[in-house]
């Protein structure tokens, strides 16, 4: 049976002194739970985050990785530099790097090898539009997206991954997949990895859903068949709103 993972994505909020605070408050909240929890905070928060977590059962992730060891890519962070300080976990492929980042499949391919490369857990993000979902192409964008990703990926490394499944409209919208289609979705990811690679592969991945989950509505979702937890955004930042999701 496939653990359950909860990421709060912080994107651009919270100060050091803030990530540690809240990570002190929540790590006896969660303590003991039967799922992975996850905090990703913003480059600069990313090693005092580490300290704080340290001794708990909260790891620690960074919102990208420029697919580079070094050189001049100025503003980027390579793979080397958070192994060091202790990151485990990696965002990659957000729908708001891909919208105003310019990200694309072969640079979220790119970034997950750098990953893999320094033994730091992926958590590759792919999901459609509101254009596109209502085009009706809402599973080839997925297999597009998810085939770019995982171009020359090797098997074991597929196996060990975090996928998440977020479509565009219900990011910071508040609107929200049903359970339904969210499972659908998701079950429809797996069945890609299953070609690409095979059935054990497909069910060893983890594949989140992210989009708008709040306390309300975590139960009905990671209760599903194939979904297997929640990269949560906004409500990530709330104490009480990510350790009600946590023990969902």
Known sequence: MRKKIIAGNWKMNKTP??????????????????????????FVCLKDAVAAAKGTNIKVGAQNIHWADNGAFTGEISGEMLKEIGVDYVIIGHSERRQYFAETDETVNNRLKAALKYELKP?????????????????????????GALKDIPADAVSKMVIAYEPVWAIG??????????????KFI?????KLYNKEVAENIRIQYGGSVKPANANELFTTT???????????????????????
Request: proline share 1%; net charge negative.
């Open 190 to 194: 797996r069945s890609v990895v299953e």
């Open 17 to 42: 002194s803030e990530t540690v605070s809240f990570i002190n408050e929540l790590k006896d909240k969660v303590l003991g739970v039967e799922g992975d929890v996850v905090v990703c905070p913003t």
């Open 226 to 248: 194939d979904i297997d937890g929640g990269l949560v955004g906004g409500a990530s930042l709330k104490i009480d709103d990510f350790t009600a999701i946590v023990k969902y």
């Open 123 to 147: 958590i590759v993000c792919v999901g459609e539009t509101l254009e596109q979902r209502e085009a009706g192409t809402t599973n080839t964008v997925l297999e597009t997206q998810t085939v």
């Open 173 to 186: 919208t508040g609107k929200t997949a049903s359970s339904t289609d969210a499972n659908d979705a998701c």
